[in-house]
């Protein structure tokens, strides 16, 4: 694993030491009145549906040009997609030059199957490190399923150094099971447990189609905060004002249903990180949306290192 003390031209990698110490500097200097530059990120949630032929009018080759669009009009520096499969990522890329992505197929962790993958801004990012696993008892193995998920499901990460804010992050990307709820609520203890050992700490964005709105047990066990290592509903932090529509999931043809939100958008040990905006996606054409999810996006503030 890369280690944050590279960055700062430490020798040794003592990186839960270099964390508090700096959280610790940071309260002294919050006290003491100084507020750190900050610059902007965007980051979105989007379930692109699938490429399914039987989808008729709502299908991939009448739909792609709109997320395209949603991609080119709201410019996020980073994106999570669900349901993509590897054809859709490379109409994608081929329009959306200054991303890039990463992820691997579901069903073998190579080109196979569904992707969770990230988009990120090259101009803007450094790839440092990223990796995928499973949802399931052998997180490790390529396709496999457990708690009697309908599904295979993964979950991507990365490890990116902003080059405009000087932090470096991770960001988990997923998609929960849409049958078991036992699944979903297994796939939450994973999760968390496998962001504590791959991330040592440091800042951290989750987003995803959860397949559970905030009454289910799998969100509320993600954001559980009497345990270590909650996860922060970016939403649940801003007034009510924002927080319409009250759906994400829409279905083909439109048909949503109010407090059915399952996509969203986390973070956790981000002391320099505010959540600045929160925004829900409406945008259509002539009533077809881009997907039978709608995209969500939160922008971060986040204090500059250097």
Known sequence: MY???????????????????FLILTLVLSMAGWTPAQVP????????????PADSIYNWAHRKDMVIGVFQKYSPDIAGLQEALFSQLTDLKDSLKNYSWFGAGRD?????????????????????????FWLSKSPEIPGSRSWHAACTRIVTWMMLRDRQSGQLFFIFNTHFDHAS?????????????????????????????????ASDQAYKLLTDKSAPGFLIDTRASLPD??????YSFIGFPFHPEEQNL???????????????????????RDGLYPSDHLPVMTEFMVGRLK
């Open 108 to 132: 073998d962790g190579q080109q196979a199957g569904e992707f969770a993958p990230i988009f990120y801004k090259t101009s803007r990012f450094i790839k440092v490190d990223g990796a995928w």
């Open 41 to 52: 990120l965007k980051v979105m949630t989007f379930n692109i549906r699938y490429n399914n």
């Open 181 to 213: 709820e036992e699944a979903r609520l297994e796939s939450s203890r994973l999760l968390r447990k496998e962001i504590d050992e791959i991330t040592s700490g440091r800042s951290v964005i989750v987003c995803g189609d959860f397949n559970s709105t």
């Open 262 to 284: 399952i996509d969203f958008i986390f973070t956790r040990n981000a002391p320099l990180w505010k959540v600045g905006t929160y925004h829900i996606i409406t945008d259509n």
């Open 241 to 246: 004002s924002v927080k319409e529509p009250t």
């Open 3 to 21: 280690c944050l003390n590279h960055l700062i031209g430490s020798t040794t990698c003592e990186p839960n030491r270099i964390v508090k110490a």
